[in-house]
């Protein structure tokens, strides 16, 4: 017993206490930091802005400041240069993880082609939403009466000339449509309006004098 005791007490016992509690420390020292060198724990980088690169070097780009990548849409607008990224998400500037997939538009090189949907006899309001969902484009609205049939899609026009449904054309076409009813930015009803407030102003005028002529005859008498 003595020489258990005096083993505990001796310098070379707590020497060896000391030399695992510093061996553990060090080892939850060095997992630690090599977690968070894996992970980036807690680190938020700086989306760089890819929006107008040619398509390659904004992936080289990416790629080169630890940033995952995705192109998911391809696009075809003529007023850009074919092959630049049109979109991104997240946004340029965001703060992000380290490591986050940044997902791309790109504007192809070659024309997208998209069928054409069947918009007659639909209500005028669903149009733009329903050519927005299409990809296709808005362009000039002829209004024309047609009976008592208001706001209904009679014709779709594509350069000057019907368009059947299911036809290929350019993604982005502006489509043209005859459409049932009176144009709502018209001032012509406006007009009416006026013309016929005005007509019935001029009648209850017209009534007031002969009301006040045949009281004054009557007077007279």
Same mark, same amino acid.
């Given at each position: 017993?003595?020489?258990?005791?005096?083993?505990?007490?001796?310098?070379?016992?707590?020497?060896?206490?000391?030399?695992?509690?510093?061996?553990?420390?060090?080892?939850?020292?060095? $997992?630690?930091?090599?977690?968070?060198?894996?992970?980036?724990?807690?680190?938020?980088?700086?989306?760089?802005?890819?929006?107008?690169?040619?398509?390659?070097?904004?992936?080289?780009?990416?790629?080169? &400041?630890?940033? #995952?990548?995705?192109?998911?849409?391809?696009?075809?607008?003529?007023?850009?240069?074919?092959?630049?990224?049109?979109?991104?998400?997240?946004?340029?500037?965001?703060?992000?993880?380290?490591?986050?997939?940044?997902?791309?538009?790109?504007? !192809?090189?070659?024309?997208?082609?998209?069928?054409?949907?069947?918009?007659?006899?639909?209500?005028?309001?669903? $149009?733009?939403?329903?050519?927005?969902?299409?990809?296709?484009?808005?362009?000039?609205?002829?209004?024309?009466?047609?009976?008592?049939?208001?706001?209904?899609?009679?014709?779709?026009?594509?350069? #000057?000339?019907?368009?059947?449904?299911? !036809?290929?054309?350019?993604?982005?076409?502006?489509?043209?449509?005859?459409?049932? #009813?009176? *144009?709502?930015?018209?001032?012509?009803?406006?007009?009416?309006?006026? *013309?016929?407030?005005?007509?019935?102003?001029?009648?209850?005028?017209? &009534?007031?004098?002969? !009301?006040?002529?045949?009281? *004054?005859?009557?007077?007279?008498?």
């Amino acid at each position: 017993m003595k020489k258990f005791f005096n083993f505990i007490f001796s310098k070379a016992f707590w020497l060896n206490i000391l030399g695992i509690i510093l061996f553990f420390v060090l080892a939850v020292v060095i $997992l630690m930091f090599s977690l968070k060198s894996c992970t980036r724990h807690g680190e938020a980088v700086t989306v760089p802005t890819v929006v107008g690169m040619d398509a390659d070097e904004a992936i080289a780009m990416l790629e080169d &400041e630890g940033f #995952g990548y995705e192109v998911i849409d391809t696009l075809f607008i003529d007023s850009l240069p074919k092959g630049v990224v049109v979109e991104q998400n997240p946004a340029k500037e965001s703060l992000v993880k380290h490591g986050r997939t940044v997902y791309m538009k790109v504007n !192809t090189a070659n024309e997208i082609l998209v069928k054409m949907p069947s918009f007659v006899g639909e209500q005028y309001k669903t $149009l733009s939403v329903r050519l927005k969902h299409s990809k296709l484009k808005m362009g000039n609205v002829k209004w024309q009466k047609d009976g008592e049939v208001v706001n209904i899609v009679l014709k779709q026009m594509y350069n #000057g000339r019907p368009i059947e449904p299911g !036809t290929e054309i350019k993604q982005g076409s502006r489509i043209d449509f005859v459409v049932a #009813g009176r *144009d709502p930015n018209s001032k012509e009803e406006e007009e009416d309006e006026e *013309d016929e407030i005005s007509t019935l102003e001029e009648m209850s005028r017209l &009534e007031e004098v002969a !009301t006040s002529k045949s009281n *004054d005859t009557n007077s007279d008498e």
